[in-house]
């Protein structure tokens, strides 16, 4: 993989407190925290990434990804937006914990073995967020690594429900299923996959803010996303109970690719009360 100069992205906006949601069984702390420390210059970026190489196919969705493109929650994005800014929004703050992964398995299973500068292979793993019930609309979430000292090599991906909500690189987009923003995580769309390594991350949301540190180096991961920006997810997942979310990092060909140091995240999802709404 090429060599690197250590670069902190930051896409800004301005602050709000997000609040938080509780579970049972993953290591949940009522910590209050806010967004985290952005650092870094100030940029306004577009979040589409146009086909720039024969890489950039046009893929169809798999059956799982096109259902969940399709899929329809409660209530609809603009609802989301409405009755985040006129409800009380309420405040449950959890910590999950992604353990560190030291190399990746290539070629075992769907991985494929080892090519410099291509998604090669992937680690995975999952945890989950557990909301107050089905009538739990989510506003917006923040995340805050507990530790400056997080690594990862080659890229990370983090999802919720199978939908990206950061990447620290987005040059594999054009390979993923989206529809209206929302880009769908699947390892068979983008295995062996070129990769630019120059490209810039991703934040779900053109308002959302984001302090990803780039591969291989040290730093840590903020991110927060506002109610503009979370509303076509909230509204597609409204009605949930919990949310699955998932911590992705590709390898090439080195030792010690697909890994990434652990990852203590503490998580605050805004919501609202539709129950009290509906009263």
């Not at 060599?3 to 609040?19: E, G, V």
């Not at 146009?50 to 798999?62: F, G, L």
């Not at 090599?153 to 983090?158: E, K, N, Q, R």
């Not at 590709?250 to 009360?273: E, L, P, R, W």
Request: charged letters at 20%.
């Amino acid at each position: 993989m090429a060599d690197l100069r250590f670069k902190t992205y930051s896409i800004l906006a301005k602050a709000i407190l997000l609040n938080g949601c509780s579970g049972d069984g993953i290591g949940f702390s009522g910590v209050d925290v806010g967004g985290g420390t952005f650092k870094g210059d100030t940029k306004t970026e577009e979040v589409v990434v146009a086909p720039s190489s024969s890489d950039a196919i046009v893929v169809n969705p798999s059956e799982e990804a096109a259902e969940a493109l399709e899929s329809e929650g409660l209530v609809e994005s603009q609802d989301v937006v409405d009755l985040c800014s006129q409800l009380t929004q309420k405040t449950v703050v959890q910590t999950l914990s992604f353990p560190a992964i030291s190399e990746c398995a290539f070629g075992e299973g769907e991985n494929l073995g080892r090519v410099n500068g291509r998604i090669q292979a992937v680690s995975q793993q999952f945890s989950q967020i557990e909301l107050p019930g089905t009538e739990a609309l989510v506003c917006g979430l923040s995340m805050t690594s507990q530790s400056s000292q997080l690594q990862y090599d080659d890229l990370l991906v983090m999802t919720l429900e199978s939908f990206v909500i950061m990447s620290s690189n987005r040059s594999f987009f054009s390979r993923l299923s989206q529809k209206e923003g929302l880009y769908f995580w699947e390892f068979e769309s983008v295995r062996g996959m070129a990769v630019d390594f120059d490209a810039d991350p991703y934040c779900l949301g053109a308002n959302s803010g984001c302090e990803i540190p780039e591969t291989d180096t040290f730093g840590q991961l903020a991110v927060q996303y506002f109610p503009e920006d979370f509303a076509i997810l909230s509204a597609k997942l409204s009605g949930r109970e919990t949310l699955m979310v998932s911590l992705v990092a590709t390898g090439d060909n080195d030792n010690g690719d697909c890994m990434h140091s652990d990852f203590s995240m503490t998580y605050a999802v805004s919501y609202v009360d539709l129950a009290v709404g509906d009263e």
